[in-house]
């Protein structure tokens, strides 16, 4: 789903996680000009917290409701590999079954007719403590990469 800044914007990715994003392609030789990037969830849901907006989880009701327009795009954008950055997009595209640490890097069917990958959400590493968050960063980069290998092949 968007954050914050993604929600004030109108686009995907544009806040501190769309940075880490932007890095971990650039890492992995993928060209963002070449990549399609949407949410699952189109509605930013979260709690105030003063003058912060603090995002909460989506739960299954409100990924199948934004459902719709996820299938529309990617009828659309016809592409060749769907990246699930997160849970969300994991359970959105690929189904329940799936968890993004188990299941990571692995290339997977999803629900929508295409195949996928589940991997970290960029937020994840922002959130990540100081000793993980070279681990994390390399894990998707990792996976990212072998995105590029599979589109390579």
């Known amino acids: 789903q968007p954050g914050d800044q993604e929600d004030l914007s109108g686009r995907p990715f544009v806040g501190p996680a769309g940075r880490i994003l932007n890095f971990a392609l650039e890492k992995a030789h993928i060209d963002r000009e070449q990549v399609y990037v949407t949410n699952a969830v189109k509605h930013f849901k979260f709690e105030p917290r003063g003058k912060r907006r603090l995002q909460k989880k989506p739960n299954m009701e409100e990924i199948r409701a934004c459902r719709p327009w996820l299938e529309a795009e990617i009828q ?17 595209v690929i189904g329940s079954k799936a968890r993004v640490m188990k299941d990571h890097g692995e ?15 960029p937020s994840a590493i922002l959130r990540a403590d100081d000793d993980d968050r070279a681990e994390a960063m390399a894990m998707l980069i990792g996976d990212l990469a072998i995105v590029r290998e599979h589109l390579d092949a």
């Not at 290339?107 to 589940?118: H, K, M, N, Q, Y």
């Open 76 to 92: 659309v954008v016809q592409p060749k590999i769907i990246v699930c950055l997160g849970a969300t997009a994991v359970r959105a």
């Open 107 to 121: 290339i997977l069917e999803s629900r929508l007719g295409r195949t996928a990958v589940p991997t970290l959400h």
